[in-house]
């Protein structure tokens, strides 16, 4: 059974950086595209950034790119989520995802439906 542990959440100032660890029990880490979501209070899930398994290629949300860096780490079975100059309309629970899935579609990993697990979220607050 793979398990999702997300870690480095909290509170930071306008302009401040956080970075996100999320780690994968199990031995398959590497069979899996990985993905950061997020949800903010009263609104839709979000797609954040991905990852895939194999080039490990990544894709960002236009409201993140050039401020958000994700990775992964084999060895250690970690993702992460590098954010920098953060503003307060980040504020949301940040989720961990993985997905043994693949498309054509360049869409296909920015739906939460593709995704098999899910972290318990970490909480992230920007205030100003």
């Known amino acids: 059974q793979v398990q999702l542990v997300e870690s480095g959440g909290g509170v930071v100032q306008a302009g401040g950086s956080l970075r996100l660890s999320c780690v994968m029990s199990?031995?398959?880490?590497?069979?899996?595209?990985m993905g950061w979501f997020r949800q903010a209070p009263g609104k839709e899930q979000e797609f954040v950034a991905r990852?895939?398994?194999?080039?490990?290629?990544?894709a960002y949300a236009d409201s993140v790119k050039g401020r958000f860096t994700i990775s992964r780490d084999s060895a250690k079975n970690t993702v992460y989520l590098q954010m920098s100059n953060l503003n307060p309309e980040d504020t949301a629970v940040y989720y961990c995802?993985?997905?043994?899935?693949?498309?054509?579609?360049?869409?296909?990993?920015?739906?939460?439906?593709?995704?098999?697990?899910w972290g318990q979220g970490a909480q992230v607050t920007v205030s100003l």
């Open positions: 995802t993985a997905s043994r899935g693949s498309s054509s579609n360049s869409d296909y990993y920015n739906q939460p439906t593709s995704y098999d697990f």
């Open positions: 199990g031995r398959a880490f590497g069979t899996y595209t």
């Open positions: 990852i895939t398994r194999t080039d490990y290629s990544t």
